[in-house]
Each structure stands twice: as structure tokens, then as C-alpha cells.
């Protein structure tokens, strides 16, 4: 009787999380559109829609990154913390309305009604499912992307369409592991609640005392979380044929970062997905000293790594570091203030084609050996 009492609050609280941040009413900031430029008929091969992720102090790391990701055959998603001040929220507003080429464009948008997240709990998964769909909704596009105001790309925009022009529209780019390790005491038993559920202010995540067993009816898996999910894998997620996301979705309630393991966890349980995955996350990142949880923020030093590493982005980055100075000038081509280099905003710009550079071809060669690799370990895919 003790345990099925305790279960209760659980329970509850998982259903709340699904209610609270799947169907959630869209209320999004959208810049009034003017006149298009696109009047060349021209498209681009592939489509990519972000969620960028800011937190309480990213309003200028936000604002740069978006301007060194922004591309017009894209689609960019802006969720800026709950916990974030008003006058942050507002200046992001501010911002998004005054560039006059995302009001061209009209493919800048800010959630209007954001979610309180805390990084160890389910928040900021439910953030990315009610992100993705949103996007679903609002545009056509081929995969999904979501980072941080702490990230930053290393191509050009140019340079990523052109990379994954090639590529087969249904990959998804999963870095995952089923070798749990510690985290089977320390992530997959215990019992957590999230109070950014239910409260308006941002806490500590509660712990259960007691704990629960393994999971039998699905296999649990652990990775990044940063991904690259095609629009067939998000679309599953969000309005899956069977139950599997759901009951995912209601077990990574009480499980801490869920982040790194739900979208691992469902592609690898469901029969339609396991042959899609990369397991890579195609992201540059150095890691603290064991057990590794927190990434280093990168500096000068890693610069030439960040390089032959042939990544599309790299983590994390503080606000105006030198380096990220010099992956303007030499990688994105890019002036203060300005965007990175592309064919649409070029000497002669025009919508819909590319103006490629070195990080295309040493991104075409990281993709190149990672999907062969895949294609050889089929069937170990998700072992």
C-alpha cells in the first residue's frame, strides 16, 4: 500500500508534464512580413529549422549566434528562459523586429509564452518537443537542430545545405550508447520531480527516497543531448502511430536529464528508426575531468582542433571570447555585427544559391566517413 501511495505523485506528475508541454497553446512573436525577396524561384537543396535556447544573461551571446547561423532558406526558433528578466525577453523582441532582413524574410520567430526549464530535469526536454512542434506546424523543412545560445556554428550556413544536400532525408544524428555505466545507479533508478512543472519559480529538482527498478519493456540508452532529427523522426515524437514516445515521454518525467536519453531511447526501441541513426552529434566539445559532465568552455587554444575536427558547431563558448572572433574572420567570413558569408548575401547575392568554402569540404568528409561507417554497422545499430 506504502509504494502504490507513493507512485501516485509520480504519476500525476507525469501526466501534468505531458499536458503542460505538448499541447501548450503556440503564442509566438512574429515579425510583420514586407516585401520578399525570394523572386528568383530558386530553393535550396535542403531546409534545416532551429531551436535556439537562451537563459537568464545570453541575451548578447544569443544575438550573436543567431546572426552567425542566420540563413533565409532556414527557419529559426528563439525560446528564452522563463526565469529570464522582462526586459531580456523584451530586448530579444527588440531585436528580432529591428533586422530588417528576418522581417524580409519572415523566418525568425520567439516563443511568446516560454517554459520555466531546469537543465537536470524534464524541462528542457519539453521545451525541445514543444519546439519541434511548433516548427512542424509553421514551415516545411528537412531536419531539426537544437542549440544553445552557447553554441556556435564553425561552416557557413552555405556550407551545411551544401553538405547535406547528399545526404538521405530520414538520418538522424543521434550520438547514443546503450553502456550506461554509473548511470544506471545514478540516472536510471532514482526518482525525480521537476518543480519547474508546476511553480514559477526555478528550484532544485526534488529527489525520491526510494528508488525503481530497471526498465524491462524497452532498453534504456544514454548520449548527447545535442541532435539533428530528420522531420519523419521528429513528426513520430510528437504524433507517433504507437504509444512508444508517450510512454517514453511519461517515464523520462522522473528521470534526471532527460535530455540525454529520450530521443536515444526512441529511436533505438522503435523498429522504423534504428536503421536512420549517425551515432554522432556533430558537435566539437572538450569535456571536464571525470565523470565528464560539464564542457570546458573553449578558448584560443582549441581553435585548431575546433578545425581539423571537421564539425559543424562547437560548445560552449563565453559571451565575446577571442576565439569566436577569429571563427569569424577565418571560418564564416563574417564582420561584427553582420552575417556569415553566403551566396544570398555575397557581392552579387541571390536566393537560392550556395557559396561554398573550405568548411564544406572538410564537413562533406566527416559526413562521408560517418555514413559509411553506418552503413557497415547496421546491425550493430543500438547495441
Known amino acids: 500500500m506504502e509504494i502504490k501511495?507513493?507512485?501516485?505523485?509520480?504519476?500525476?506528475?507525469?501526466?501534468?508534464?505531458?499536458?503542460?508541454?505538448?499541447?501548450?497553446?503556440?503564442t509566438i512573436f512574429n515579425p510583420s512580413s514586407?516585401?520578399?525577396?525570394?523572386?528568383?524561384?530558386?530553393?535550396?537543396?535542403?531546409?534545416?529549422?532551429?531551436?535556439?535556447?537562451?537563459?537568464?544573461?545570453?541575451?548578447?551571446?544569443?544575438?550573436?549566434?543567431?546572426?552567425?547561423?542566420?540563413?533565409?532558406?532556414?527557419?529559426?526558433?528563439?525560446?528564452?528562459?522563463?526565469?529570464?528578466?522582462?526586459?531580456?525577453?523584451?530586448?530579444?523582441?527588440?531585436?528580432?523586429?529591428?533586422?530588417?532582413?528576418?522581417v524580409e524574410f519572415d523566418n525568425v520567430w520567439i516563443i511568446g509564452k516560454p517554459n520555466l526549464v531546469s537543465y537536470r530535469g524534464p524541462t528542457m526536454l519539453g521545451t525541445t518537443l514543444h519546439s519541434i512542434s511548433i516548427l512542424l506546424k509553421i514551415a516545411k523543412w528537412d531536419w531539426f537542430i537544437n542549440l544553445s545560445a552557447s553554441d556556435y556554428p564553425l561552416v557557413t550556413q552555405d556550407d551545411l545545405i551544401h553538405a547535406f544536400s547528399?545526404?538521405?532525408?530520414?538520418?538522424?544524428?543521434?550520438q547514443h550508447s546503450s553502456h550506461l555505466g554509473w548511470k544506471f545507479n545514478k540516472r536510471g533508478k532514482p526518482?525525480?520531480?521537476?518543480?519547474?512543472?508546476?511553480?514559477?519559480?526555478?528550484?532544485?529538482?526534488w529527489w525520491a527516497i526510494k528508488q525503481r527498478p530497471l526498465p524491462t519493456s524497452f532498453k534504456l540508452y544514454t548520449g548527447s543531448a545535442w541532435?539533428?532529427?530528420?522531420?519523419?523522426?521528429?513528426?513520430?515524437?510528437?504524433?507517433?502511430?504507437?504509444?512508444?514516445?508517450?510512454?517514453?515521454?511519461?517515464?523520462?518525467?522522473?528521470?534526471?536529464?532527460?535530455?540525454?536519453?529520450?530521443?536515444q531511447t526512441v529511436v533505438c526501441n522503435s523498429d522504423n528508426f534504428t536503421r536512420t541513426i549517425v551515432n554522432h552529434d556533430l558537435h566539437f566539445i572538450t569535456w571536464d575531468t571525470p565523470?565528464?559532465?560539464?564542457?570546458?568552455?573553449?578558448?584560443?587554444?582549441?581553435?585548431r582542433k575546433m578545425v581539423q575536427s571537421g564539425r559543424p558547431f562547437a560548445r560552449k563558448f563565453k559571451q565575446d571570447d577571442p576565439v569566436l572572433d577569429k571563427i569569424d574572420m577565418e571560418l564564416l567570413k563574417r564582420h561584427k555585427g553582420k552575417f556569415s558569408l553566403g551566396g544570398w548575401c555575397s557581392e552579387k547575392p541571390q536566393y537560392g544559391?550556395?557559396?561554398?568554402?573550405?568548411?564544406?569540404?572538410?564537413?562533406?568528409?566527416?559526413?562521408?566517413?560517418?555514413?559509411?561507417?553506418?552503413?557497415?554497422?547496421?546491425?550493430?545499430?543500438?547495441?
Not at 546572426?67 to 528562459?81: C, E, K, R, S, T
Not at 526518482?191 to 529538482?205: K, R
Not at 523520462?252 to 536519453?261: A, K, L, R
Open 34 to 102: 514586407s516585401i520578399i525577396l525570394r523572386n528568383s524561384g530558386e530553393q535550396y537543396p535542403v531546409t534545416f529549422a532551429y531551436l535556439i535556447s537562451s537563459a537568464r544573461g545570453d541575451t548578447e551571446k544569443l544575438k550573436r549566434t543567431l546572426m552567425a547561423l542566420y540563413h533565409p532558406g532556414n527557419y529559426y526558433l528563439i525560446h528564452v528562459d522563463r526565469e529570464a528578466p522582462e526586459e531580456e525577453h523584451k530586448e530579444i523582441a527588440r531585436f528580432v523586429s529591428s533586422v530588417a532582413v528576418f
Open 227 to 263: 541532435t539533428i532529427l530528420s522531420r519523419s523522426f521528429a513528426e513520430y515524437c510528437i504524433v507517433g502511430w504507437d504509444n512508444l514516445p508517450r510512454t517514453l515521454l511519461l517515464y523520462y518525467t522522473n528521470f534526471v536529464s532527460s535530455p540525454e536519453g529520450y530521443f
Open 166 to 174: 547528399d545526404l538521405p532525408r530520414d538520418l538522424n544524428f543521434i
Open 291 to 303: 565523470p565528464k559532465q560539464h564542457p570546458r568552455s573553449l578558448l584560443l587554444k582549441d581553435y
Open 5 to 26: 501511495l507513493f507512485l501516485i505523485p509520480f504519476i500525476l506528475t507525469s501526466l501534468l508534464f505531458f499536458l503542460l508541454y505538448i499541447p501548450t497553446h503556440l
Open 353 to 383: 544559391v550556395l557559396k561554398t568554402g573550405s568548411g564544406a569540404r572538410r564537413f562533406r568528409a566527416l559526413l562521408s566517413k560517418l555514413v559509411s561507417r553506418r552503413k557497415l554497422n547496421l546491425r550493430k545499430q543500438c547495441r
Open 191 to 205: 526518482i525525480i520531480i521537476d518543480p519547474a512543472l508546476h511553480s514559477l519559480n526555478e528550484s532544485e529538482i
